[in-house]
């Protein structure tokens, strides 16, 4: 069903093949397009923005619904919606998976 494709990365430029079991995973997944960036620029692409994330990502404070302590979220509590520390977020979120 799927055969060995060579593709051009549109990071560097260079020819990269698209193996039969990459494309395999991709269909799995549910993904529909064929990757654009050769495995290396892929690699380097997920670090730089990782490293964004963290660097740039304000944390706003915050009390817990559940327990009162002190706490911080990455996004402005508008206070409309619950805000929940990460013990009470992760035992909330176990309640509702079983």
């Given at each position: ?15 990269f093949t698209f193996s039969t079991s990459e494309q395999e995973d991709f ?16 690699e380097s692409r997920k670090a730089r923005i990782g ?48």
């Amino acid at each position: 069903m799927f055969e060995d494709k060579l593709l051009i990365c549109k990071e560097c430029g260079s020819e990269f093949t698209f193996s039969t079991s990459e494309q395999e995973d991709f269909s799995v997944k549910g993904y529909t397009n064929s990757p654009g960036r050769c495995g290396a620029c892929r690699e380097s692409r997920k670090a730089r923005i990782g490293k964004q994330a963290l660097i740039s990502q304000t944390r706003y404070p915050s009390v817990c619904a559940e327990c009162g302590s002190q706490t911080t979220v990455p996004f402005k509590p508008l206070g409309h919606k619950p805000i929940y520390c990460c013990n009470c977020y992760g035992s909330k979120k176990a309640v509702n998976f079983n």
